[in-house]
Each structure stands twice: as C-alpha cells, then as structure tokens.
C-alpha cells in the first residue's frame, strides 16, 4: 500500500496505539510485552497481535478517514484506526503506524546522516516462527543473536540457556511457494518445515514459540543501524545458507552492532 501524501492531522503515539490495541483485543499487557521482546520492536508487536487482515481497505477510504479525523472524538479515532489496522497485512500496519506517530519522514537527498547499509554473515539461534500459508507450509521465523558477550562454551552450553538470554532480530520466510519449490531454495527446507511443525510451542497471539536448539548460518543484507529495535539494528533481507547440526556457537550482539556504520559517522574523515 502507497502511503505517499497522507496527511495525519494528528500524531498518535506508540503508547496510545497499544492502549487503543490492548483495549480492542483484550490482550493483557504481559502477553504484548513478551510479543515485544519476541518481535524486537513495539510497533512490530502491535502489528503482530492483531492477527491475519481480515479483509482489504482501499488508499481513497485512508485518505477520506484521515480528512474527517479531527471531527472524530477519541472513541472514534480509535474504532477507525483499529478497523483499518485490522484490514491491513502485517508490513502495512507497520507503516502506517509510523506514518501516524510521525516516523515516516524521508531524509533529503545528500543528508550527511543517511545511514549506511552493510552486508554480513551470522549465526544465529531460531526463536520463534508465524505461520502465514493457509493450506500450505509457509513460515516467518525470528532468530536470534546472543546477548552474553561471553566466548566461554559451545552450543551445547547455550542450548541450555533460555530464549530470554538472545534477542530476536533477524527475520526469513521458508516453506513451499505453492510452485512446488521452497522460499529459501535451500535442499533441508521441506524437513526444517517438518522440524518446525512438530517443534511448536507456546503461542503468542500469531507468534509460536519454538524448541530453542537450532543453529543457522544466515546471510544478512542491508543491515544499517536502528534505534527503534531492540538488538539496536534491522536488516533488509536475511537467507538461510546452513543448517548446524552441531558445534556451533550462537553471534553476540555486540559482533554486529561493533561492524555498523552509525548515522554519525557518514561524510566525516579523519
């Protein structure tokens, strides 16, 4: 969805938009704090919570209910802005979001703070997962990069830790593509999604946890400073290369947030 033009008569907080979500969906607080430390971010947890669209909302009735916005009282701005949330898929919500909290704003070209982009390699755990095919296997997983700086143990110290000790940073889509061939292209991904569907654990409104004990060698690329998520990057895609079977250790954060450009830093010498 183009959101290009919208105007928003009024900036809507991040903690006004949970109150108005947690209100409409009843969801406890604790259950959207743990979707928080699961996603890395509260604007991803709030997208995520709502669950799958429940329809479709063109870019004329955004446009027309963001005109009409200052004739709303506060009920009705938060009834219109939860059913047009609901309409949206996941990457919308986001954005629009932003757009309402003011985050949306491009910086012109030439900005000596544009942030530099970054390609890397990891390893990293496998948190959690969110089902997305209907009638097929298709799956987002969360993985995760470890918080101990600490280069003392092997795998086989960390998969007796918690999931609480990595933060979830680093997303991929796999499964069948409906073609007959996997999201990831990789020759394990049909016995990952086996792995996976027998590996569920507790739900999270569409997040379900997963046995944490799996190790992967990701690909990561446009990875740039954030301050907006938790492990303090994002990156633009991630690609599965190699699935450990064992004997291998888990990236701290540290190893990747020391690598990024920072905002700062762009057009200074010396």
């Known amino acids: 969805m183009n959101f290009d033009g919208l105007v928003v008569a009024e900036k809507v907080s991040l903690p006004r938009l949970k109150s108005w979500i947690l209100a409409a969906t009843g969801l406890p607080l604790w259950l959207l704090t743990e979707s928080q430390r699961f996603a890395g971010s509260l604007n991803e947890a709030l997208a995520l919570v709502l669950g799958p669209p429940e329809g479709k909302i063109a870019e004329k009735e955004l446009a027309e209910g963001l005109e009409r916005w200052r004739e709303w009282d506060e009920l009705q701005k938060q009834a219109w802005t939860i059913q047009v949330l609901l309409l949206m898929e996941v990457p919308d919500r986001r954005s629009f979001m932003a757009l309402l909290n003011g985050r949306t704003a491009t ?91 027998g590996n569920l654990g507790e739900r999270i409104g569409p997040i379900r946890g997963v046995r944490v004990s799996e190790v992967f060698s990701l ?37 990747v947030r020391d690598l990024l450009p920072k905002p700062q830093d762009s057009g200074q010498s010396g």
Do not use: N
């Not at 390893?123 to 987002?140: H, K, N, S």
């Not at 007959?180 to 292209?185: D, E, T």
């Open 107 to 197: 910086k012109p070209v030439g900005s000596s703070d544009t942030v530099e982009r970054i390609s890397l390699q990891v390893d990293a755990i496998l948190l959690y997962v969110r089902p997305l095919g209907r009638g097929i296997a298709q799956y987002e997983l969360t993985f995760g990069l470890r918080v101990d700086d600490s280069a003392d143990g092997g795998l086989e110290e960390e998969k007796s830790l918690s999931d609480s000790q990595y933060i979830g940073c680093l997303k991929a889509m796999v499964g069948e593509d409906g073609a007959g061939s996997g999201l990831q292209g990789v020759p394990w991904e049909g016995e990952l999604t086996q792995w996976i569907s």
């Open 219 to 255: 690909h990561c690329k446009g990875v740039e400073f954030s301050k907006r998520h938790k492990a303090g990057f994002k990156a633009a895609s991630v690609r599965m290369l190699v699935w450990h079977s064992e004997g291998a250790s888990v990236t701290p954060l540290s190893a």
